[in-house]
């Protein structure tokens, strides 16, 4: 089972619509979650965080966390053209010695239909 | 307030040679990663410094690959020698401390011969 796992797509959604991206992970001691955007042949960056259980809504994405069991996920609303990406979940999680390391998922593809 | 900085940004070597990249963290971030990220794959840690001192490193595969950070700013990556599966983007990201957000750089595309 690997670590962190996401559906790698392609999933494809209507403009406009929401679009809603799902990730699973392993290690229950996990307390931060973080969503990256990718665009291709470009590096991550950062959309959102969220350490608490519930929701976490910044502008048109919202972040879902259930410690419980183990998911974690990111609502993109009024989907836009712009918002076609790889969409990268990542958990901290901790490895020998204590310290904690950020693992990424394989990712999930985005395409955002005009 | 100026992001990672990574150069090269595209390298294409032959299989064997050498190669190496360098990275400028964002400023103030005592926390630098590498990580190897290959086509259709989310980014895998290689090595994680806190300041000058290497604290996770159990991912990088020291028979060919190093790293160091002598003055606890920039960080270099070296790769001797290079083999085919090597090729792939590698990805320098800071942070102000390990549970931190981490921002990443452009990365460095490598091609192997």
């Known amino acids: 089972q690997k670590e962190v796992e996401q559906n790698s797509g392609p999933l494809s959604v209507p403009e406009g619509a929401i679009a809603s991206l799902n990730c699973t992970y392993s290690d229950r001691g996990s307390q931060s979650f973080f969503w990256y955007r990718q665009y291709s042949g470009k590096s991550p960056e950062l959309i959102m965080f969220?350490?608490?259980?519930g929701d976490k809504e910044d502008g048109r994405f919202t972040a879902q966390l259930n410690k419980a069991s183990q998911y974690v996920s990111l609502l993109i609303r009024d989907s836009q053209p712009s918002d076609s990406a790889t969409y990268l979940c990542?958990?901290?999680?901790?490895?020998?010695?204590?310290?904690?390391?950020?693992?990424f998922g394989q990712g999930t593809r985005l395409t955002i239909n005009p | 307030e100026a992001g990672v900085v990574q150069s090269p940004r595209y390298k294409i070597i032959e299989k064997k040679q050498p190669v190496a990249f360098w990275c400028n963290p964002i400023s103030g971030h005592n926390t630098l990663y590498w990580y190897l990220q290959n086509l259709g794959q989310g980014p895998e840690l290689l090595i994680r410094?806190?300041?000058?001192?290497?604290?996770?490193d159990s991912q990088l595969p020291k028979d060919r690959f190093s790293a160091e950070r002598l003055k606890g700013v920039d960080s270099t990556l070296k790769i001797q020698p290079a083999e085919l599966g090597d090729s792939a983007v590698y990805l320098c990201?800071?942070?102000?401390?390990?549970?931190?957000?981490?921002?990443f750089g452009p990365g460095t595309r490598l091609l192997v011969l």
């Open positions: 990542a958990v901290n999680m901790f490895s020998l010695g204590g310290a904690q390391k950020l693992v």
């Open positions: 969220i350490y608490s259980n």
């Open positions: 410094y806190e300041n000058e001192e290497a604290v996770d």
């Open positions: 990201a800071s942070s102000t401390g390990q549970k931190e957000t981490q921002y």
